[in-house]
């Protein structure tokens, strides 16, 4: 495990949207843990946030776009390629515009910019994603094919192929650990010349030119092609490339293209919103397969997350030791079955139990197999419960609760002595009346082993 960093200090660019052709300002700014990468819209009544997530993207039209709400941000991937992939987990983006800088069309100044202000680490454990089976994207009409493949590490390769005489068939790589920096960061973005008039016609590339982008020529074009497209366009007027690659700067790698694809791809899965641990395989990236797979990617992320332990460090102090939970709780040894509270909030509680041989239901359950009974599992989920319950009245030593309904339990594996479980309760819905409905799961390490569904009433002593 890693510890999530975010910026030192802010770090701020300004340029021209790509599309919009509008100066615009990008202020990033170190966030909390847990915020990951949010972008802030300043130009916008009430500043409303954008999270950078896979479910917010609306738009991939030479791009990608997120929307929340009413508030839309353009041309995140080279931003979030390099925060990303350089190691920020935590970070707020504010813009004054729709769309993010594009700058030279890489990610080199962003990572120049990090490099200057330099990360900072902080208190909390990355949150990583291992799937157990390959995720994949495909569109066969198009020849696209995006796949992650259950791996220890985090790899990315990206295959090119557009039948194209002038850049014919390219592959890049990286792994993570790489000097991303020097190995990816200086890739320009690239369009076909054919594409320019139909990109204008559709209101895009309005700050597109040849100091943000690669321009590819196939076949022969003549100068008079490229003075109309120059007048076109408000351009300066240029001659025909001889590698066929137009450009005011000479290509940063022979294989530039490929790398400028693997650095959208590195941006674009970052809307997944935890790290990655597999190797994904990329067969004629871009941004709409590129956020489909990340769409995948997230949406098995968060179904592993509905049965996935609580991340809890049981090095720190609890939120509340034995002592204090026996004066929210009537429950006493032998009965009680919770030795402390690690977290605590008005809708989730997570207590911990250390299952020793001393217990005594051992004595007879069962000689020479000991195994903790079943009920008891569910008797430790309420006792935790009714702490959560019961820290919300101000006198809670007036009170009790009882079991009213115990549902859908699952015993999924046994517990013994030297077994840890890690309690968690959260409130299904509001506390009405003095009604509780609240979804348990046990834990011990990482495996799930028991949950089930109770309902409780807070009543006062008599």
């Known amino acids: 495990m890693s510890k999530q960093q975010t910026l030192a200090a802010p770090l701020r660019v300004t340029g021209q949207g790509l599309h919009t052709g509008v100066l615009t300002e990008a202020e990033v700014r170190p966030a909390p843990v847990n915020t990951g990468i949010i972008f802030v819209r300043d130009d916008l009544e009430g500043a409303p946030v954008v999270h950078a997530l896979a479910e917010n993207v609306l738009d991939t039209s030479r791009g990608t776009t997120i929307v929340e709400g009413e508030a839309r941000v353009s041309t995140l991937e080279h931003l979030m390629s390099a925060l990303w992939t350089m190691g920020v987990d935590n970070a707020e983006v504010h813009l004054c515009g729709p769309e993010v ?138 001659q025909p490339a001889a590698n066929g690659i137009l450009s005011n700067e ?127 599992q569910v008797e430790a989920m309420a006792q935790v419960g009714g702490v959560l319950v019961l820290s919300t009245v101000p006198d809670p030593e007036n009170y009790l609760t009882y079991f009213l309904r115990i549902d859908n339990v699952r015993f999924r594996q046994k517990v013994m002595p030297g077994d840890t479980l890690i309690l968690c309760m959260e409130l299904v819905s509001p506390i009405r009346r003095g009604m509780a409905v609240m979804h348990g799961t046990t834990y011990v390490g990482s495996a799930l082993v028991a949950e089930g569904d109770l309902m409780a009433q807070i009543a006062r002593k008599s």
């Open 101 to 238: 800088p594009i700058l030279d069309g890489s990610a080199r100044e962003y990572v120049l910019q990090l490099a200057k202000v330099g990360l900072v680490e902080q208190e909390a454990e990355r949150v990583y994603f291992a799937p157990e089976e390959k995720i994949s994207f495909k569109d066969e009409a198009s020849g696209v094919e995006l796949t992650l493949y259950p791996d220890e590490g985090y790899s990315v390769d990206v295959l090119i192929d557009y039948q194209s005489e002038v850049l014919g068939h390219q592959f890049a790589s990286f792994v993570d650990g790489q000097d991303y920096a020097k190995e990816i960061a200086n890739s320009r973005t690239f369009v076909f010349l054919h594409e320019l008039e139909q990109l204008r016609a559709h209101n895009l590339i309005k700050g597109g030119d040849l100091a943000n982008a690669l321009v590819i020529l196939e076949h022969g074009v003549s100068q008079e092609e490229l003075d109309r497209l120059a007048t076109l366009f408000g351009k300066p007027k240029v």
């Open 250 to 376: 000479p290509l940063s790698y022979e294989n530039e293209p490929a790398r400028h694809k693997l650095l959208d791809l590195l941006g674009d899965l970052a809307l997944v919103g935890v790290r990655l641990k597999g190797r994904i395989v990329a067969q004629r990236p871009g941004h709409h397969a590129n956020t489909e797979l990340a769409k995948l990617i997230r949406k098995a992320f968060l179904e592993s997350q509905k049965n996935a332990a609580p991340r809890i460090d049981l090095t720190q102090p609890p939120i509340l030791d034995v002592n204090q939970v026996q004066q929210l709780l009537p429950h006493r040894p032998p009965f009680l079955l919770v030795d402390k509270i690690m977290e605590l909030s008005e809708t989730r509680v997570v207590g911990v139990k250390n299952v020793t041989i001393n217990e005594p239901f051992f004595v007879g359950h069962f000689p020479g197999a000991p195994v903790m009974p079943g009920v008891l």
